[in-house]
């Protein structure tokens, strides 16, 4: 079974930057296209940045394109979320996932969750 681990979450201003990194183990990292999700308080679970199996293809949510970039590094098993000019409407509990495909790069069938880690963004 493979479990998904986040980590480089915390507390910045609006303007800032993070790198959250998610560590795979388990199952062989490069048969799985990776994702990223995020859940605001009192708002729904909602798409971030999708990956396929290689990197050669991404996709973002119109929310946050252009100020983050999702990357994967398959020999070492982790999936990178790169944000830029974070805003306070960022600030949510970020989920790395994966999904039971290679090839998409809009994951949707998942199969795996991380337990999450939290972005807060201050004024």
């Known amino acids: 079974q493979e479990h998904l681990v986040e980590s480089g979450g915390g507390l910045v201003q609006a303007g800032g930057s993070l790198r959250l990194s998610c560590a795979a183990s388990g199952r062989t990292f490069s048969n799985n296209a990776m994702g990223w999700f995020r859940q605001a308080p009192r708002k729904e679970r909602e798409f971030v940045a999708g990956?396929?199996?290689?990197?050669?293809?991404?996709n973002y949510a119109n929310s946050v394109k252009g100020r983050f970039t999702i990357s994967r590094d398959n020999d070492k098993n982790t999936v990178y979320l790169h944000m830029n000019n974070l805003k306070p409407e960022d600030t949510a509990v970020y989920y790395c996932a994966a999904d039971r495909t290679p090839h998409t790069y809009y994951p949707t069938d998942i199969i795996f969750w991380g337990q999450g880690t939290q972005v807060t963004v201050s004024s």
């Open positions: 990956i396929n199996w290689s990197g050669s293809r991404t």
